[in-house]
């Protein structure tokens, strides 16, 4: 299984990003073809204390590297991609990786 993971830091105000997540980005990445299930977590402590680095973490599980590969081409991930970089630009950090 081949995933995407966007973890997300703190933002300056919760409740507009909650807000513009759910409402707004969540339904535009449901939209991506080949995406076989959406996890959002939201970060609750760091484990050794202090602030965790990560507000929201959210995985995009696409079932083989060939599905992932035409998901990130499609103009629905673009459209997500796009506004990913409206809403979260500075907050988030993007990692590909697969069951190991």
């Given at each position: 299984m081949k995933k995407l993971f966007a973890m997300y830091?703190?933002?300056a105000d919760e409740a507009?990003?909650?807000r513009?997540?759910?409402?707004?980005?969540?339904p535009l990445v449901e939209k991506i073809p080949g995406l076989a299930r959406l996890v959002v977590n939201r970060?609750?402590?760091a484990p050794l204390g202090g602030e965790p680095p990560y507000f929201l973490i959210a995985e995009m599980h696409f079932a083989?590297?060939?599905s992932f590969t035409q998901a990130m081409r499609s103009p629905e991930n673009r459209a997500a991609g796009d506004d990913l970089a409206d809403f979260a630009q500075g907050l988030v950090t993007l990692l590909v990786v697969e069951d190991g």
């Open positions: 830091a703190q933002p507009a990003f909650l513009h997540y759910n409402e707004v980005h969540t970060v609750q402590a083989d590297n060939a």
